[in-house]
């Protein structure tokens, strides 16, 4: 059973960062795609950015582009999420998945595991 695990979410200030990692188990991570969706109270589960197996393309959100950049690291089973300057409307619970695709990573399909989600608050 693959598990991906979440760390980093806190609260900050409006303007402020955060870096949000996920690590998974498992000795075939650079075999999948890894996105990050988030979910504020009230709203549905959003896409915000994904990274191909081998780290070559990413995709974001426009609402985070410029702001937020994804990286991972096979070798750690680890993928990152560093969050620049932060606004309210970035509050939401941020999980991690994974993907056995490698393409179409901005759709929720084919994301099969997830983390339990970290919190992140952004007040104003």
């Known amino acids: 059973q693959v598990q991906l695990v979440e760390s980093g979410g806190g609260l900050v200030q409006a303007g402020g960062s955060l870096r949000l990692s996920c690590v998974a188990s498992?000795?075939?991570?650079?075999?999948?795609?890894m996105g990050w969706f988030r979910q504020a109270p009230g709203k549905e589960r959003e896409f915000v950015v994904a990274i191909s197996r081998n780290g070559g393309r990413t995709y974001y959100a426009d609402s985070v582009k410029g702001r937020f950049t994804i990286s991972r690291d096979n070798a750690k089973n680890a993928v990152y999420l560093q969050m620049n300057s932060l606004e309210p409307e970035d509050t939401a619970v941020y999980y991690c998945?994974?993907?056995?695709?490698?393409?179409?990573?901005?759709?929720?399909?084919?994301?099969?595991?997830w983390g339990q989600g970290t919190q992140v608050t952004v007040s104003s």
């Open positions: 998945a994974r993907n056995a695709r490698d393409y179409g990573l901005e759709s929720r399909d084919g994301y099969n595991y």
């Open positions: 498992g000795r075939t991570f650079s075999n999948y795609a």
